[in-house]
């Protein structure tokens, strides 16, 4: 297994460009969710899914859209990017959406610069 | 909304000395505890998950104990190593939401 992996590994934007950040994983896995990490902020939760066709908010989700057509993917889209969406940003996924619930695996992040 | 600390926020210690963290949470109505490691410039390795239920994991030379009324769990470390060192962060989840601590980062001096 591949596991958790996250495309590009870095991206550089200009305010108000628009891109999506890709995250897949082979594991069959129901739950996915996206995190950004933020120098004294900590890891925050920016949207999440149960599974195909299921999305909801996190504690961040303004200025990001995502959807789940698959159980694989769970892109996750900046519509107009601003500076303050200069992050770290993380991919994760664990087995059940339902308890009890199993352990969450990253993957390796996107270090995304909005200039 | 969940409150999620770590104490301390640093910690240097000689090799071989045994390392103990520790994470307190404001909500005890959590489904598990997870304790996971981040090297620089890395994502986060998962180290052992704790079920609500339970007292404590253990996976070799680490050991977690989780005190769910009382809203805190410990890492410990036992016989450090130089290649310990890393951010070691806990995560409690409630209701499909995973809240992290800001870390201890740990350096282990050879």
């Known amino acids: 297994n591949a596991g958790v992996t996250q495309t590009p590994k870095f991206q550089v934007l200009k305010t108000g460009q628009s891109m999506t950040l890709q995250c897949a994983q082979d594991?069959?896995?129901?739950?996915m969710s996206w995190y950004r990490q933020d120098p004294g902020m900590g890891l925050r939760l920016i949207h999440y899914s149960v599974g195909a066709g299921i999305t909801d908010q996190g504690e961040v989700p303004n200025g990001y859209n995502v959807s789940r057509s698959t159980t694989e993917d769970f892109p996750l889209r900046l519509l107009s990017a601003a500076p303050s969406q200069t992050s770290v940003y993380f991919c994760?996924?664990?087995?059940?959406?339902?308890?009890?619930?199993?352990?969450?695996?990253f993957g390796p992040g996107t270090r995304l610069t909005v200039l | 909304k969940q409150e999620v600390t770590q104490i301390p926020a640093a910690l240097s210690v000689p090799e071989g000395e045994n390392l103990v963290l520790n994470c307190s949470f404001t909500?005890?109505?959590?489904?598990?505890l997870q304790w996971f490691r981040q090297d620089p410039g890395k994502g986060l390795t998962s180290l052992l998950l704790?079920?609500?239920?339970?007292r404590e994991q253990t996976s070799g030379r680490l050991n977690a104990s989780l005190d769910k009324s009382s809203g805190r769990s410990t890492l410990y470390i036992a016989a450090s190593q130089p290649g310990d060192s890393a951010t070691y962060l806990c995560?409690?989840?409630?209701?499909?939401?995973?809240?992290f601590g800001a870390g201890t980062t740990v350096t282990v001096r050879a």
């Open positions: 994760a996924s664990s087995y059940s959406s339902a308890p009890p619930y199993n352990e969450q695996f």
């Open positions: 909500d005890s109505a959590i489904y598990n």
């Open positions: 995560a409690v989840l409630n209701d499909y939401k995973l809240s």
């Open positions: 704790i079920q609500s239920s339970q």
């Open positions: 594991m069959n896995h129901e739950y």
